[in-house]
Each structure stands twice: as structure tokens, then as C-alpha cells.
């Protein structure tokens, strides 16, 4: 069942099976500090990570292909760990993400994804055109609703506060709940879509990293209708419908909140990134109860 931001959207999902959970960008349970340099830095730490074995195909053909790549991000990538789970400078990490977004209009399509999805693609723009937005609201839930997706229809004002800030801030750290601790994600905006790739991901493979999840928005209806259109594409080897649902939500909740602290985590990650604490973001999605039920135990809390 949907969640309550969830349901406040009119974000849905088909809820069917759920994949082995994927691999850590930074291991992270409350109230524990990642371990600084010795014995257990460098690859042979990387190998200790509960989830490394989803990705170490990918790990080891870089590290086959492009050796001193390899290095400099395992060295990259100690600097980090050497810093307290609750604080890390995150300048370099943005301007990598930066860079992967500049990318994103030139490079073909990866895992599936498609490149420039239209909403005339999946939906005939002029023939709804003719309905009210209560219609077209049901014709898109109902279209998604058999599909293993996410997708939403979201007020018009709503999404003009997110689309304005995501112009001044157009990068985020999202935090997915796992069993051992929370497996950092990063949104990047291009143009209307919403790109998030793992932590993990950009540490090993950096501004080529992929996409695991695109977020696509439609605005073409919003002065008319006072709607917009919103689906997903996932990588279904990395991520389930549950956990794209969970960031998904979280983009109301950081970018769509009327709440001053909150949105600050989102300014300071892009503009005062010396003053970024990760362990804020878990905070606040704890506090929001987001994601409570992808934890094995808590399933019985989802409402």
C-alpha cells in the first residue's frame, strides 16, 4: 500500500517482487562512524561491504581495464571513509555529478533507459486535451497501475516549487533504508528529468556512472489542466518498485516542504557543501517515516 506522502501525490506503484537489496555507497547505520585508514582500507574494505559481491563485475572490469583509475578512486574514496558518517565535504563529489549531468543530453540511452521520452509517447497529448483533470488523472493511474512502475500526478503548484528550486538546487543525497544501514543515492536534474545513481556507483565509476533510476515529468498540461505527468524507468538489476517508490516520495519531502530546515539540507548540499552532514538526511527521512517497511522486521508498520 501507498504511503502517506505517497497517497498525497497520487503516486502509485505495482508492488510485485522484491530483488536481493544492493550494494552500500556509504555504510551507514545510526549512531556508528565509518572506520578510518588501516588494514581495513583501500579494495580490501571496499570487498568488506555486505553488498559488493552485486557489484563486482563492474568493479573488476575497471579495475582490469583502466588500472590507475581504479586506484585514484579507492584513494578518492579512503579520503572519505578517513571523515565521521555525520560529516564529509561533498565539493568535488558535486562537481562529478555535474559533470555526468552535462553528459546526459549526449549520451545514448544505458540499461534500458529511454533517451528523450515524450509524453506523446506514451499518452495522446491533443485527445486528452478534451478531458478534465480528474479524467486524465484516472486514464494515467489506471494505465500505470498494471505496469512494475512508479508514476504520480502532481498538483500544478506543487511541482512549480519543486521545479523552482530544483533550478537553484539541482543535485541532492537521498538515503534508501537497508538492513545493515541506508545505501546513499544521488538525484541529479536534467532539464524535467530526475537522474539517481548509487553512491557507490560514482565512487568507483565517476561521471560515467549510470542511471539506476529516472524520474520523467510532464509539465505540458500544468496551465491548462493544473497537472503534471509524472512515470519512471528503473534498472531493474539494481533497484525494486518499492525502492524507487521510496525516492521518489523523497523528492516531495525535500523539495516540496514547507518546512525551512528541511529544505535547508538541500541548499547546503549544493551551495555550502563543507557544511553537508549526511546523518541530517537520515534524520529527516526517519523522522518522515519513509521507507520504514523496505527493512526486513518493520514490514508490519507500513501502513
Known amino acids: 500500500m501507498a504511503g502517506p506522502l505517497l497517497q498525497a501525490w497520487g503516486l ?24 578510518g585508514p588501516g588494514p581495513g582500507s583501500g579494495e580490501a574494505a571496499l570487498e ?30 579512503n579520503e572519505v571513509k ?4 555525520g560529516y564529509s565535504s561533498q565539493g568535488e563529489f558535486i562537481r562529478c555529478m555535474e559533470e555526468k549531468a552535462e553528459g546526459l543530453g549526449t549520451k545514448t540511452s544505458k540499461g534500458g533507459f ?11 497529448v491533443e ?10 488523472k484516472e486514464i494515467w493511474n489506471q494505465y500505470f ?9 502532481i498538483p500544478a503548484e506543487k511541482f512549480d516549487l519543486i521545479w523552482k528550486r530544483a533550478q537553484k538546487c539541482p543535485s541532492f543525497l537521498y ?6 544501514g541506508y545505501e546513499f543515492f544521488v538525484g541529479q536534474w536534467s532539464g524535467t528529468e530526475l537522474h539517481f545513481t548509487s553512491l557507490i556507483n560514482i565512487q568507483t565509476q565517476g561521471e560515467t556512472a549510470p542511471s539506476q533510476l529516472v524520474l520523467y515529468h510532464y509539465p505540458e498540461l500544468q496551465k491548462e489542466k493544473g497537472i503534471v505527468l509524472m512515470t519512471a524507468e528503473m534498472d531493474s538489476k539494481f533497484l525494486v518498485v518499492h525502492e524507487a517508490q521510496c525516492l521518489a516520495n523523497q523528492v516531495q519531502l525535500f523539495y516540496a516542504t514547507d518546512r525551512s530546515e528541511t529544505y535547508e539540507l538541500v541548499e547546503t548540499f549544493n551551495h555550502r557543501s563543507s557544511e553537508f552532514k549526511y546523518m541530517s538526511v537520515i534524520a ?12 526486513p522486521g518493520q514490514a508490519s508498520d507500513k501502513s
Open 284 to 295: 529527516e527521512l526517519e523522522q518522515s517515516g519513509l521507507g520504514r517497511g523496505l527493512r
Open 12 to 35: 502509485g506503484a505495482a508492488l510485485r517482487s522484491r530483488a536481493a537489496l544492493r550494494p552500500l555507497g556509504l555504510l551507514a547505520p545510526p549512531c556508528r562512524e565509518v572506520a
Open 114 to 124: 529511454t533517451k528523450d521520452k515524450t509524453l506523446d509517447s506514451i499518452l495522446n
Open 145 to 153: 497501475s498494471a505496469k512494475d512502475t512508479v508514476y504520480a500526478v
Open 48 to 77: 568488506e561491504n555486505p553488498f559488493y559481491g552485486k557489484y563486482r563485475h563492474k568493479i573488476q572490469e575497471l579495475r582490469r581495464s583502466s588500472p590507475d583509475v581504479f586506484e585514484s578512486r579507492m584513494e578518492k574514496r
Open 175 to 180: 538515503a534508501l533504508p537497508r538492513k545493515e
Open 82 to 85: 578517513q571523515q565521521p558518517v
Open 127 to 136: 485527445m486528452v486535451k478534451e478531458k478534465s483533470a480528474e479524467e486524465i
